[in-house]
């Protein structure tokens, strides 16, 4: 069995569609192929919900028929059979008579997932009366019936893999499957989601619960590259990675792949491959268990959004059972530390869930002064470096150049430097890299 993911502009048109219907049916054996929303969908879904906490109704339901009005046309023009024009435009309805309801509902966080859940709902199903159309049998697996997320909203694989394999053996005589990436349930059986991106992280999920022999993550780029493309220029596709390097990629802000998405195909090693649906003959990056050990540096990554706390204790700041009595303040906030330093009367940590930070902060001021600096991003620089490599960080830290560095990280992993700035120089920085550490042009 495989997994092919396609993201939202492998189906931004019905044109896309069709070709992703090629795509699927080129791939010989059982697969599950995992949709995303239709490009655009999610965010506009996302503004509806705005509105709608807003009770800005007139805003919302302007909205809601500007994107009803975008899926009548993509109907007309992926479905041209009587039949399955009429059904691609019965969902259609159905669907935007949901997203009407909301209308009227009291707004509430369930109302909002609700909301966001139609996207996939709607790209599923018009792509399955699609292949319906073309003659391609396939079944779809409503992924509510299998994607679930417990109490601390993690994937509760023990039910996923239960879930999916009941489904899977009703229909065993089938080669196809379509299912919605990105949503799914929560502990309290409501439509909940895996956060923006989360697609990526269905497939992974569904692969490790079918044991797939192959992930395949198709987009709108010829694989994971150097640098992000969206900034810097000259970047290039890694046609290799390590399961550790793409991981650390993905959490540290390399969009192609959401940030959790590595880790249920790296605990079942299965192969991620990630391809270009405008490309596909292109080569792409191939994830798996191994690594380039003539690779230094393999890419680079940025991660917004990130604060910056301090801790300055003038009692023995590192004494033990210092570092647990702060770091329990952030478990009790349920927030996550990306980086830490630490001096003999200081601490340093990043943190990116900005929730808790007055509490997290009164909190600590009970061990010393406090200092929170908004406004950083994390550059996290991936490659092969063993201990005995001297030198890398030295690369690094001169290709920085006269750029202000408030933290370093080295050490705590034999793949990773992350370095912490000011977020107004990341676009120079990851510039600056590219130049001086892969060598590319300005
Ligand atoms: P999809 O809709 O298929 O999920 P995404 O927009 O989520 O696609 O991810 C693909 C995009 O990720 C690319 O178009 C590219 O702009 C961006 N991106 C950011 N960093 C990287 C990187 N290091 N390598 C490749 N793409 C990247
Ligand atoms: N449609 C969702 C989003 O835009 C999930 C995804 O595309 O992976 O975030
Ligand atoms: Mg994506």
Request: net charge negative; glycine share 6%; charged share 25%.
């Amino acid at each position: 069995m495989k997994v092919l993911k396609f993201g939202g502009t492998s189906l931004g048109s019905p044109e896309r569609m069709h070709t992703v219907a090629d795509l699927i049916t080129q791939e010989r054996g059982k697969k599950i192929v995992v949709l995303s929303a239709v490009s655009g969908t999610t965010n506009t879904l996302v503004n509806i919900a705005a509105a709608l906490s807003k009770k800005n109704h007139i805003e919302a339901d302007a909205i809601i028929n500007q994107l009803y009005e975008v899926y009548q046309a993509y109907c007309v023009n992926l479905l041209h059979k009587t039949n399955p024009l009429k059904k691609g435009k019965e969902i259609v309805e159905a669907h935007f008579t949901v997203l009407r309801s909301m209308v009227g509902a009291e707004y509430s966080a369930d109302v909002e997932k609700e909301i966001l859940a139609q996207g996939e709902l709607l790209s599923t199903k018009l792509f399955v009366t699609y292949l319906e159309q073309e003659g391609i049998n396939s079944t779809l697996l409503p992924a509510l019936e299998f994607m679930r997320i417990d109490e601390e909203n993690e994937p509760d694989e023990a039910y996923i893999r239960e879930h999916l394999h009941q489904l899977l053996k009703q229909n065993s005589d089938q080669d196809l499957f379509i299912t919605q990436g990105y949503i799914c349930l929560n502990s309290q059986n409501r439509v909940d989601n895996l956060q923006r991106g989360g697609s990526d992280y269905t497939a992974s999920l569904v692969g490790e619960a079918v044991d797939a022999s192959e992930i395949q993550i198709w987009t709108d780029i010829d694989g994971m590259h150097n640098n992000d493309p969206r900034i810097v220029k000259h970047t290039y596709p890694i046609p290799k990675l390590s399961f550790d390097e793409a991981a650390e990629l993905a959490y540290f802000g390399a969009k192609i792949l959401h940030p959790s998405s590595i880790r249920p195909a790296q605990h079942a090693n299965i192969p991620v491959r990630l391809l270009n649906t405008m490309k596909p003959e292109a080569a792409g990056t191939l994830i798996t268990a191994d690594i380039e050990p003539e690779r230094e540096f393999t890419a680079v990554a940025a991660k917004d959004g990130i604060t910056a706390i301090k801790v300055k204790s003038s009692r023995m700041l590192l004494a033990y059972g210092f570092l647990r009595k702060v770091f329990e303040i952030f478990e009790n906030y349920r927030t996550p530390i990306d980086l830490i330093t630490t001096s003999e009367v200081a601490v340093s940590l990043t943190i990116d869930n900005q929730a808790h930070i007055s509490e997290i902060k009164d909190e600590l001021e009970d061990f010393g002064e406090v200092e929170v600096h908004t406004d950083h991003s994390i550059i996290c620089i991936v490659g092969n470096m063993p201990f005995s490599k001297v030198g890398m960080l030295k690369k690094v830290l001169d290709a920085m150049g006269d750029i202000p560095i408030r933290m370093v990280s080295y050490g705590g992993s034999k793949f990773n430097i992350s370095l912490l700035i000011d977020s107004q120089f990341k676009a120079e920085t990851l510039t600056r890299l590219n130049e001086k550490i892969f060598g590319q042009a300005r």
